[in-house]
């Protein structure tokens, strides 16, 4: 492509030929372009096929672009040249690719074919495998059956070990059954005589109650007497230091001393009166005091009895409760070793009807343990899950 002399403005076609549509060549060539940007050529060799993706018209929208920079340069010869020789390359990688594609059609030939015969050699493969892993499993199932055979023979003989010691368990279980028995017969009558005691112990609480009850009551009777002797001890206290005054002013009055004697002789007198009665007042409040003092005493020493009895009311019942408890489990541990016995006796008659079962298929085992029938085999499976599934 060659171009005269500048261009004028209004011509505006210029563009690469199209590529064809079926051969891959819609590709965009944007490396060679970007390459003739820079003034440098690049072979198509060196154009990775990842980075051709474009469209027909990002083509054409590049070289539209590159022209109107041409026309921004001024269109100089060496701008048309550098546009030339990106076209060319342009046109040789397009030719490269189709040569590509036609390979790659060539080789997924190929790969189909070989794909095929890969697919029916991998059928071969897994018709051998799965006739193979069929005869391991007869063997197995053989072997197993033979494990199984002297497994079972070693668990009858372990079943009649196992049936001596339960013969024995039997018997010791029945000497604790004995002594539970008395153990919960002891434990009835100390229960007994517990509660017996409570009796005692809440009646002599109660008496001791009441007791406290009427010692309360006197020492309240005690205090009130107490009170009133203190009143009128205060009132004869009062009345004789009135009279004493009434003799000191006589004494010091200006009255004949025949008048005065005989007025100080009759007070001396209820004077006298006076202090024989305080000294029988305090006299007998000093008795109701020590009579208080001795009921606060015992109304005490009742109360802190009647706590003590208290307390031993407590502890026996706690004791009643804890034998009750004791009874329940012993009672408790008496039944579990009836369902022992009972569960061992289940379990032996099943060892006996296992054995009666299985000994006539041993027999034929063992006459025949070069060739067994998968009939054989379920119905010896079937009895060791029938009698000796845990």
């Known amino acids: 492509m060659t171009i005269d002399g500048p261009q004028d403005p209004n011509v505006n076609d210029l563009s690469a030929p199209e590529p064809d549509a079926g051969d891959g060549s819609g590709d ?77 059609e060539f080789l997924a030939t190929q790969l189909a074919a070989t794909e095929e015969y890969s697919h029916i050699q991998q059928q071969a493969i897994s018709t051998l495998q799965d006739q193979l892993r069929q005869f391991h499993a007869q063997d197995q199932q053989i072997q197993i059956l033979q494990d199984q055979r002297q497994a079972l023979s070693l668990q009858l003989d372990e079943q009649h070990h196992e049936l001596i010691a339960l013969r024995a368990f039997q018997s010791h279980s ?20 517990s509660q017996d ?49 009434i003799i000191q002013a006589l004494q010091k009055s200006q009255q004949p001393d025949s008048q005065k004697n005989l007025a100080i002789q009759d007070l001396s007198a209820t004077l006298y009166k006076a202090q024989n009665k305080i000294a029988s007042l305090e006299n007998e409040l000093a008795q109701q005091t020590l009579i208080q003092a001795r009921l ?75 060739k067994i029938p998968p009939q054989l085999l379920n119905a010896v499976h079937q009895v060791i899950d029938q009698y000796f599934q845990a």
């Open 296 to 370: 606060q005493q015992a109304s005490s020493e009742l109360e802190q009895q009647s706590l003590s009895a208290q307390e031993r009311i407590e502890h026996q019942e706690q004791q009643i409760a804890e034998m009750q408890e004791q009874i329940l489990h012993q009672a408790q541990q008496g039944r579990e070793y009836e369902t022992a016995i009972q569960h061992w006796k289940d379990r032996l008659q099943r060892y006996e009807d296992a054995f009666e079962a299985i000994w006539p298929i041993l027999q034929g085992m063992q006459r025949q343990s070069s």
């Open 28 to 104: 965009r060539p944007e490396t060679a372009l970007a390459s003739a940007d820079s003034g440098d050529v690049l072979p198509p060799s060196d154009v990775d096929l990842a980075d051709l993706g474009l469209e027909k018209t990002s083509a054409e929208t590049r070289l539209d672009r590159l022209v109107a920079e041409s026309r921004e340069a001024d269109y100089a010869p060496r701008r048309i040249r550098q546009l030339e020789m990106a076209l060319e390359q342009c046109q040789g990688y397009i030719h490269e690719l189709k040569a590509t594609l036609s390979d790659q």
């Open 197 to 245: 005691s409570i009796v005692q112990s809440t009646q002599q609480r109660i008496i001791s109650q009441k007791t406290v009850d009427r010692l309360r009551q006197d020492i309240r009777r005690q205090q009130e007497e107490v009170s009133s002797l203190e009143w009128q001890l205060n009132k004869a206290k009062e009345t004789l230091q009135r009279y004493e005054s």
């Open 174 to 193: 029945t000497a604790e059954q004995e002594n539970l028995h008395q153990q919960i017969h002891n434990l009835r009558e100390q229960l007994q005589q």
